[in-house]
């Protein structure tokens, strides 16, 4: 093997260390999930995306975000600030928007706590004159937990939710695409939607 072909094989084994550290490192879960007992299979077939925040701009970015991901699961999705604007509107008129959309119902998410998660880590080995030798680590990571609801139209309530968390999201709008695209599935696989 020539030298150019051997740092070459380098380079891509650094890289993919690389990825497989910032993979390991970021990631994101589900910790909890309720589901009403009369939920009906494939109850809802076309929502509202809602997240809640003070922030317009990332509001609308982030219904975006969840509603193309939804809509990459089969699920017809549309950002609740078109439908509903930005404006406060009362719980009747809310209702009355999204059945002249013709929505099943509201797939709404919000941040409910931000920290940070830490990880001890030790490493043994012989070090002087071969006597034992212990380093601890103390590694701590923002953590962010997510709810998620799903909300239903005609029945006036919940029909699911769940708790999920992220490690060290790289923003808040990537966080909500990861979290959506796994909440799509748990809901999938609840019986929720029929994606």
Same mark, same amino acid.
């Given at each position: 093997?020539?030298? /150019?072909?051997?740092?070459?094989?380098?380079?891509? =084994?650094? +890289? =993919?260390?690389?990825?497989? +550290?910032?993979?390991?490192?970021?990631?994101?879960?589900?910790? *909890?999930?309720?589901?009403?007992?009369?939920?009906? &299979?494939?109850?809802?077939?076309? /929502? +509202?995306?809602?997240? /809640?925040?003070?922030?317009?701009?990332? *509001?609308?970015?982030?219904?975006?975000?969840?509603?193309?991901? &939804?809509? %990459?699961?089969?699920?017809?999705?549309? !950002?609740?600030? %078109?439908?509903?604007?930005?404006?406060?509107?009362?719980?009747?008129?809310? %209702?009355? %928007?999204?059945?002249?959309?013709?929505?099943?119902?509201?797939?709404?998410? *919000? /941040?409910?706590?931000?920290?940070?998660?830490?990880?001890?880590?030790?490493?043994?080995?012989?070090?002087?004159?071969?006597? !034992?030798?212990?380093?601890?680590?103390?590694?701590? $990571?923002? @953590?962010?937990?997510?709810?998620?609801?799903?909300?239903?139209?005609?029945?006036?309530?919940?029909?699911?939710?769940?708790?999920? $968390?992220?490690?060290?999201?790289?923003?808040?709008? =990537?966080?909500?695409?990861?979290?959506?695209?796994? @909440?799509? *599935?748990?809901?999938? $696989?609840?019986?929720?939607?029929?994606?």
């Amino acid at each position: 093997m020539s030298t /150019v072909a051997r740092h070459a094989s380098r380079l891509g =084994l650094v +890289a =993919l260390c690389v990825l497989v +550290a910032s993979c390991a490192s970021r990631s994101t879960s589900i910790e *909890r999930t309720w589901t009403s007992r009369d939920a009906q &299979l494939g109850e809802l077939d076309a /929502v +509202a995306t809602m997240f /809640v925040t003070d922030d317009v701009r990332v *509001r609308h970015t982030s219904e975006e975000r969840m509603a193309a991901a &939804l809509l %990459r699961s089969g699920i017809y999705a549309v !950002p609740s600030y %078109r439908i509903l604007g930005d404006a406060p509107l009362g719980r009747e008129e809310t %209702r009355a %928007r999204l059945r002249a959309a013709r929505l099943d119902g509201v797939v709404s998410m *919000r /941040v409910v706590s931000q920290g940070e998660e830490r990880h001890v880590r030790t490493r043994s080995s012989f070090g002087y004159r071969g006597l !034992p030798w212990t380093t601890t680590s103390v590694e701590a $990571k923002p @953590v962010t937990q997510v709810e998620t609801v799903a909300y239903s139209e005609r029945r006036n309530r919940v029909i699911w939710a769940s708790l999920s $968390k992220a490690i060290d999201p790289e923003s808040v709008v =990537l966080m909500v695409e990861r979290v959506t695209q796994i @909440v799509t *599935r748990e809901m999938n $696989k609840d019986g929720i939607i029929s994606a």
